[in-house]
């Protein structure tokens, strides 16, 4: 699974990202890092050997040389953990040479490895690379902050997408008239969705296409596309 993170504050959505990495090592396995499982503590000390990270500043740039560093150990397969991380940040500063030697790895990765990229400029990705991975778009509004607005209506988002799963098409269409009718918070309302199918990909990856079809589903809003049928659209990719 390939993800890459557009910051919107660098240092909070690096550490965002470091946490996700702790919370798929978890040996728990519950969605979250317990802080207290052997995987856990030695991330914590910075000695996990499920977890690579390639961090040069922003005004530096990621070598060819540090992406095949990195993919040499990339087949290695996990010890500690069921899976392994790998996390490039400021992944913009990769040279177009290590853009391409990294495109290998994104094409068939192995099946145990998740990697993540955490850009503040997605224009300097090339298209390649982005088009083999799950984007994930922070916004200033936080989970908290979301709840704070209309409890009761998160509190039924929640109830209906943290098991998905378990509607039909029919079902979800009758349940979610709550979107249809909010125009004015459907931002916030996919946004939080999309927290709440990203605390479901830390344990399975399937997740991921989720987050896609609610980020398609903003873009054709912005393109003031018919509201009703990008809900329609929303609902039924979710179904399938």
Known sequence: MDIYF????KTQNY???????????CLEDNGNAC???RSCLMFNENNHSGYYEINKDENDSIKIDEIRQMQAKVIEKPII?????????????????AQNSLLKTLEEPPDFVTMILVTNNENSILTTIKSRCTKILFTETSIDELTEEDKEKYDELEKIFGNVEKYKSVELLNKLDILYKDKEGIFNNLA?????FFDKLKKDASYAEYITYVEDTKRKLKANSNFDMCIDYLILKIWE
């Open 15 to 25: 550490k965002y990202a470091k946490d996700f990495a702790k919370a798929i090592l």
């Open 192 to 196: 939080f969705i999309n927290m709440i």
């Open 6 to 9: 557009q910051e919107v504050g």
């Open 35 to 37: 802080d207290k499982c």
């Open 81 to 97: 953990s069921n899976r392994k991380v790998y996390l490039i940040n400021n992944a913009d500063t990769m040279t177009k040479e």
